[in-house]
């Protein structure tokens, strides 16, 4: 089993930046990948970035050059700093995980409660 738990969602201005950071505890070994993903109202749920165990990133779209996911591989705390924040990006931003299970041998997935981030115009 694995547990996620997201802090620093709040309420900023346009423009603002603000710092996510996602806690994993629990069965966290051989984890391959970790990433942030966000629901607005009324819209499916979108993945805004990704790394990889091999440090690799990936970013949507719509955030690349503004955002920054990372990740402390010994703590297993993935963060997410998010610059020139924009209204339409208010919504719950939630934390993913999956791993392999020494169980099952298969991939399990891992979602955190989400925080929610409102940009304000």
């Known amino acids: 089993q694995v547990q996620l738990v997201e802090f620093g969602g709040g309420l900023v201005q346009a423009g603002g930046s603000l710092r996510l950071s996602c806690a994993s505890s629990g069965s966290t070994s051989r984890i391959n990948s970790m990433a942030w993903y966000r629901q607005a109202p009324g819209k499916q749920r979108e993945l805004v970035a990704r790394?990889?165990?091999?440090?690799?990133?990936n970013y949507a779209d719509p955030v690349k050059g503004r955002f920054t996911i990372a990740r402390d591989s010994i703590k297993n705390i993935v963060d997410l700093q998010m610059n020139s924040l924009k209204p339409e990006e208010t919504a719950v931003y939630y934390c993913?995980?999956?791993?392999?299970?020494?169980?099952?041998?298969?991939?399990?997935?891992?979602w955190g409660q989400g925080t929610q981030v409102t940009v304000s115009s």
């Open positions: 993913n995980l999956d791993r392999l299970s020494w169980v099952s041998g298969r991939t399990e997935d891992y």
């Open positions: 790394i990889s165990s091999d440090g690799s990133t």
